[in-house]
C-alpha cells in the first residue's frame, strides 16, 4: 500500500503562483508514476499532470502546459506541483495519485493509489 498526503494549498490571486506537495510514504521502494487530478466544484475530477519514477517523462493537460510544472524528489518521496499564473478556473480540491508500472495514463482508472485532496482557491 502506498499513502500520499497533500499540502500546500490555500487562497491565492489570479496571476499567483502556488506549489503544492505531496509526500508518499508505505511501499514508496516501487517504482511508481505519480501524477496530480483535480476537481472543481459541479465537475468532474480531471487529470492535470503526471511523472515518471525517474521525472525523465511527464505528461500534462493542455490548460496546464505552459504554467504547471510537476516533479518529484524520490530522496524525500515527495511530489511537487509548481502553479503558476493561476487563473479563477483552476480553483478545485487537487489530488495526488500514484500507480505501479510506466505508463503516464490520464484517467482517473490508471491510478491505485488516492490522496485525500487539497483545496486551491484562486480568487479574481
Known amino acids: 500500500q502506498v499513502q500520499l498526503v497533500e499540502s500546500g494549498g490555500g487562497l491565492v490571486q489570479a496571476g499567483d503562483s502556488l506549489r503544492v506537495s505531496c509526500l508518499a510514504s508505505?511501499?514508496?521502494?516501487?517504482?511508481?508514476?505519480m501524477g496530480w487530478f483535480r476537481q472543481a466544484p459541479g465537475k468532474e475530477r480531471e487529470f492535470v499532470a503526471a511523472i515518471s519514477w525517474g521525472g525523465m517523462s511527464t505528461s500534462y493537460t493542455d490548460s496546464a502546459k505552459g504554467r504547471f510544472a510537476i516533479s518529484r524528489d524520490n530522496a524525500k518521496n515527495t511530489l511537487y506541483l509548481q502553479m503558476n499564473s493561476l487563473k479563477p478556473e483552476d480553483t478545485a480540491v487537487y489530488y495526488c495519485?500514484?500507480?505501479?508500472?510506466?505508463?503516464?495514463?490520464?484517467?482517473?482508472?490508471?491510478?491505485?493509489?488516492w490522496g485525500q485532496g487539497i483545496q486551491v482557491t484562486v480568487s479574481s
Open positions: 508505505g511501499r514508496t521502494s516501487s517504482r511508481l508514476v
Open positions: 495519485v500514484a500507480a505501479s508500472g510506466t505508463r503516464l495514463g490520464g484517467r482517473i482508472g490508471d491510478y491505485a493509489y
